[in-house]
């Protein structure tokens, strides 16, 4: 079973910056797309960027977030990581890191295979 956990959550203030961290277990990073989702209260979970799978490294990033997010990750450490900035109280959600074996790391979030508990992020204005 692979293990997917967040980390990095908090309360921020509109403008500041966050760094998200994932950490996986029980596979090879390597061998899996990667992706952040977020779900803010009353809304439908929605991807907010991936990572393609090995060397490909491509990124995807939802409009919402383009210029102001950034996706990567670091191999050696089995860790993804989301750094936002520019945060707004519309980023306020909880984020969530995902994984699947196949395709590439964009929507939907059913093609997602493996999920962490989530981290709360608020951004208050």
């Known amino acids: 079973q692979v293990q997917l956990v967040e980390s990095g959550g908090g309360l921020v203030q509109a403008g500041d910056s966050l760094s998200l961290s994932c950490v996986v277990s029980g596979r090879t990073l390597e061998n899996y797309s990667m992706a952040w989702f977020r779900q803010a209260p009353g809304k439908d979970r929605e991807f907010v960027a991936g990572i393609n799978w090995r060397s490909i490294s491509t990124t995807n990033y939802a409009n919402s977030v383009k210029g102001r997010f950034t996706i990567s990750r670091d191999n050696a450490k089995n860790t993804v990581y989301l750094q936002m900035n520019s945060l707004k109280a519309d980023d306020t959600a909880v984020y969530y890191c995902?994984?699947?074996?196949?395709?590439?790391?964009?929507?939907?979030?059913?093609?997602?295979?493996?999920w962490g508990q989530g981290t709360q992020v608020t951004v208050s204005s």
């Open positions: 995902a994984a699947k074996a196949w395709g590439s790391a964009s929507g939907p979030s059913s093609s997602y295979q493996y």
